[in-house]
């Protein structure tokens, strides 16, 4: 599986931005699918995930309240409003390795290119 995040971009503080990641290869309609960050000089960090049929969310702390992570049958998206100068970064997406999944990296088995969100203040 390939994953590909998109959307990406470059947005003033309280804006918002659609990230949406979609699969080639095979799809990933079974797995739980996850959105994680990393800023420059920072850990790769959980952002939010959904599981295989969207019927649960999970969210960082960080994130609660202004992002949404939703999926149809062909993507995955992550809503992004209110965004703040520290959510910038680069954002990856990932397929579980089963239908369910939470935080831990390790619970992903394929992880897409990411897509730089910069947010200025």
């Known amino acids: 599986v390939q994953l590909q995040a998109s959307g990406g971009g470059l947005v003033q503080a309280g804006g918002s931005l659609r990230l949406s990641c979609a699969a080639s290869g095979r799809t990933f309609s079974n797995n739980a699918v996850g959105w994680f960050r990393q800023a420059p000089g920072k850990e790769r960090e959980f952002v939010a995930s959904?599981?295989?049929?969207?019927?649960s969310t999970n969210y960082a702390d960080s994130v609660k309240g202004r992002f949404t992570v939703s999926r149809d049958i062909a993507k995955v998206y992550l809503q992004m409003d209110g965004l703040k100068p520290e959510d910038t970064a680069v954002y990856y997406c990932?397929?579980?390795?089963?239908?369910?999944?939470?935080?831990?990296?390790?619970?992903?088995?394929?992880w897409g290119q990411g897509t730089l969100v910069t947010v200025s203040s």
């Open positions: 959904i599981s295989w049929n969207g019927g």
């Open positions: 990932a397929a579980g390795r089963s239908a369910h999944a939470g935080a831990a990296r390790s619970g992903y088995l394929y």
